[in-house]
């Protein structure tokens, strides 16, 4: 069989091939477009004179065409077959790829971490409309619900205008009966609006807030309670303490079977006692009727301590125990403990209470992970002996008052057994503390105040200063609190150290005073003696004399003690204009004379510190952050403009200087102004 070889086609014959095939594949076509004689000679005149165009056209291409497939002709250099000396590269990653197991490995690390962030990138850029509906659905009930269950947005009907954007969205909205199951009944309550919420929820529970005034009407709770009753999980009752009255009395009439959450607050604390009516939780209540009750939060209601059982969460704000004339005891309280060994959140406001009979052996409460206190001293005491806590629990305290020389002995016992419960071997590490004391300028205008809290990290104590946490996220934080109050001014200087060594000062390293006012050098010297392993401090200056004091006081301080000021390395400051405000006119170039002093104090204490790690050859820690918050930009004026300077030179080096979120630094700025 005769074999057959394919000739290689050239490239002048594929550019040859080209121009006949375009020209004959053309012309036949403008003819049947039935383009007139005159357009034809034209384009007959176009053809003659785009020969040379077609000869460059094919040599272009031919060219083009040797290239793709990896040859390159040249006209005085070839070899044997038509290959070229030199071939088109390999791709960057052929030749980058390594040769040993743990270079793979590393690349590959180093891809998969490239294709996260891809990944994360492209999440990012993704149109909402294009997200899976249950990260849509999520989204939406974040927008819907705000910060928790009794977020304003959840009751109100503000998000609900969302579902008129597309019908997508309206479909979600529909598809989450939880967004729907937050029932308002008030005065601004319309009934129709409460049945379209209750229609859309479903069969979930609801939570309902009822707000009970005399110009409430009463058909309308009349007509919820004796319909949707049997759907309700979490009822929250406010108003006037007759109307709620009323409620109490009727509520075992209704079926209450999901109700697993119950509040009650009367609005008559300004009220002399006399005109308030007496509120009474009925015993049947904790007796059966609520099977699944395991959140009670009663305030001013006289209830029967020892019909508790089963909850998690208890709170009791002033409630008198029946039956009447009963006398609680510290017993009484290890009694409730007891009786709901689940119990995780327990808030106690009482009286004086007998501590009488209390046992001599603690009783462990291995799962109570919140305990608020507001009773006695001497109350809190034997509370604290008398139960032994989780090391991990949240332990708030306060606010107590002292005034005479045995509320001063009953304080000391209570550090005590305060020291006792925060330094035991498995209780965790406190490195954050945030100490707030406020004395009034004249002693008729009220106490001195003192609020101490501890947290396990800084981070910790930073968010829990930007807002209230939900209840469920303060168990097991092992963040303490305690407040006091004390009319004797003087007596302060010495109540301050004694909290930091109850607080196991030794072991703070971050101190935010941010909210201390009216301290001298002295009472500082007092807090800096007690914190050795202090790292961290935050100041807080601002247009008053009490505050400007306290600030320059705190730095005076600082400069005294070589041995704490070596130790710090990052150092936070607040300025803040006491009329920012209420100001109606914007600030100009003149103002912010208030801190002069608070500057140049600031300045010789980075120099202190300058000469301090250059004197020991750079071997002590350095300051390595000044952080300045300046909220009105006063240190921005040319009044503060030298101070600034000769701190960022003493700083230079050593550390770096961050106003109001950014790198502070003189000499970039001049270039800045320069360029412009």
């Known amino acids: 069989m005769a074999s057959t070889k394919e000739e290689p086609t050239s490239a002048s014959t594929v550019g040859a091939n080209c121009q ?131 977020d304003w947005n959840a009751f109100h009907v503000d998000w609900i205008p969302i579902m008129c954007i597309c019908r997508r969205l309206r479909d979600c909205v529909l598809g989450q009966p939880s967004l729907w ?89 300004d009220l002399p006692r006399r005109y308030r009516v007496q509120l009474v939780l009925p015993n049947e209540l904790l007796t059966g009727k609520l099977p699944r009750l395991k959140t009670l939060s009663l305030a001013d209601v006289s209830v029967s301590w020892n019909l508790f059982r089963g909850l998690r969460r208890l709170e009791l704000y002033g409630c008198r125990m029946l039956p009447a004339g009963s006398d609680l005891t510290i017993a009484d309280i290890l009694r409730l403990l007891e009786a709901s060994p689940d119990l995780r959140s327990l808030s106690l406001a009482t009286g004086a209470m007998s501590t009488d009979n209390s046992p001599d052996v603690p009783i462990s409460i291995p799962n109570l992970g919140y305990l608020e206190l507001r009773t006695g001293m001497v109350e809190t005491t034997a509370l604290l002996q008398a139960a032994r806590l989780p090391p991990s629990a949240t332990l708030e305290l306060g606010n107590y008052t002292i005034s005479a020389p045995v509320e001063v002995d009953n304080l000391r016992n209570l550090l005590t057994a305060i020291h006792a419960h925060l330094n035991r071997d498995d209780a965790p590490k406190r490195h954050a503390l945030v100490l707030s004391i406020h004395q009034p300028a004249y002693p008729t205008t009220g106490p001195s105040s003192c609020r101490m809290e501890l947290f396990r990290t800084a981070m ?13 996220d303060k168990e097991f934080t092992g963040v303490f609190k305690f407040r006091c109050e004390t009319s004797d001014k003087a007596y302060v200087g010495q109540l301050i150290p004694e909290l930091l060594r109850t607080a196991c000062a030794e072991q703070v390293t971050h101190l935010d005073a941010g909210s201390t006012r009216d301290l001298d050098k002295a009472a500082w010297l007092g807090v800096f003696a007690v914190l050795p392993a202090l790292e961290s401090l935050c100041l807080t200056t601002m247009e008053s004399r009490i505050a400007v004091s306290t600030a320059i006081a705190g730095l005076d301080a600082l400069s005294s003690r070589a041995e704490t ?36 104090t600031l300045e010789a204490y980075v120099r202190g510190r300058r000469e301090a790690w250059r004197s020991t050859g750079e071997a002590c820690t350095p300051l390595s952050l000044l952080e300045i918050r300046d909220e009105s930009r006063f240190l921005s004026f040319p009044l503060h403009r030298p101070q600034m300077e000769h701190i960022w030179e003493k700083m230079d080096g050593m550390g770096i200087i961050v106003l109001d979120g950014s790198e502070w630094n003189p000499k970039s700025l001049q270039e800045e102004e320069q360029y412009v």
């Open 20 to 150: 006949s095939s375009v020209y004959e594949t053309t012309t036949p076509n403008i003819h049947r477009v039935g383009f007139g004689p005159r357009v034809l000679r034209g384009l007959a005149r176009v053809g003659a004179i785009s020969g040379s165009y077609w000869s460059e056209r094919k040599r272009r291409s031919g060219r083009k065409t040797r290239e793709r497939g990896g040859i390159e002709e040249d006209d005085g250099e070839k070899q044997a077959g038509g290959l070229v000396t030199s071939c088109v590269q390999p791709p960057p990653m052929a030749s980058a790829i390594p040769n040993t197991i743990p270079e793979i490995d590393t690349r590959i690390a180093r891809l998969r971490d490239e294709i996260l962030e891809l990944q994360r990138k492209r999440n990012e850029l993704v149109p909402l409309l294009r997200l899976p509906n249950e990260i849509l659905s999520h989204i939406l009930a974040l927008y819907a619900h705000g910060r928790g269950d009794y």
């Open 181 to 269: 199951s937050y029932i308002e009944l008030g005065l601004s309550s319309r009934r129709a609006l409460v049945e379209t919420k209750i229609r859309n929820s479903g069969c979930r529970p609801l939570t309902v807030k009822m707000q009970l005034y005399s110009t409430f009407g009463d058909d309308v709770r009349g007509w919820f309670m004796s319909n949707h009753s049997a759907q309700i999980g979490s009822l929250q009752v406010q108003g006037e303490s007759d109307v709620i009255d009323q409620l109490l009395k009727a509520l075992g009439d209704y079926p209450l079977d999901t109700l697993h959450s119950l509040e009650i607050e009367s609005d008559d604390e």
């Open 460 to 472: 910790e104590a930073e968010i829990a200063g930007q807002g209230n946490w939900a209840l469920q």
């Open 565 to 600: 000021t070596t130790r710090i390395h990052t150092l936070r400051l607040r300025a803040i204009d006491s009329n920012g405000a209420r100001r109606e006119h914007p600030y100009d170039h003149g103002e912010g004379e208030w801190l002069y002093r608070f500057t140049a």
